[in-house]
């Protein structure tokens, strides 16, 4: 059994159980399943999605930032100290990300078969599809929820197919929580005033 690929499924999943109840702890936890995650792909050369934990790593800062701010805007409000805090998705911001989700991960997947990445189009896509959808989590867009039922059913079958057992139980039950989610943030969540 691998130690690592363990401690990022135990840490994976209390940081997905604090990202549904949007708790800023989850970007501290964050940091460790980053780390993790990193040591695990690296060594299975996985690079994109090496990369894509390394972009964890430095948007878990932004994010406990971020989130700091947004729920001292709730906290103005009177709204129960349990509600979710949501912001609206520009349609600019969908346009950008489409953009970026295409274009990258074609960019991406070029350059990881030139790393003799041996899953180089689906890891690319997992990566550039996480990347956004967390940057949508930043921001705290409902809508991220979608992109990460999407990203975590592709790394699901990502880790299945490189044999990483403990990493593909991590994906499937991030994919039901992704689910789960999305129906929690859509129930409590209440809209920022921007």
């Known amino acids: 059994m691998d130690f690592m ?3 990022t499924l135990v840490t994976g999943v209390i940081y997905i159980i604090l990202e549904i109840r949007q708790k800023n702890l989850m970007w501290v936890v964050g940091v460790f399943t980053s780390l993790a995650a990193m040591w695990v792909f690296f060594r299975q050369g996985l690079y994109a999605s090496f990369g894509l934990n390394t972009y964890y790593l430095i948007t878990a800062f ?3 930032w971020q989130w700091g701010r947004d729920r001292k805007k709730l906290a103005s409000e009177t709204v129960s100290s349990d509600a979710i805090h949501l912001n609206r998705l520009p349609v600019k911001t969908m346009a950008i ?11 991406l997947a070029w350059v990881m078969e030139l790393m003799e990445n041996p899953m180089s189009y689906l890891d690319a896509s997992v990566a550039v599809l ?9 921001r705290s867009y409902i809508q991220q929820w979608w992109l990460w039922i999407i990203a975590d059913t592709l790394s699901t079958i990502l880790c299945a197919t490189q044999g990483m057992w403990w990493m593909t ?3 499937a039950a ?3 929580s992704a689910l789960y989610g999305w129906y929690h943030w859509r129930r409590n969540g209440v809209y920022v005033s921007e």
């Open 97 to 107: 990300s489409a953009v970026v989700v295409l274009a990258g991960t074609f960019a």
């Open 62 to 64: 932004i994010g406990l």
């Open 169 to 171: 139980v991590l994906y």
């Open 130 to 138: 996480s990347a956004v959808a967390t940057w949508w989590l930043v």
């Open 174 to 176: 991030y994919t039901l």
């Open 5 to 7: 690929e363990i401690f």
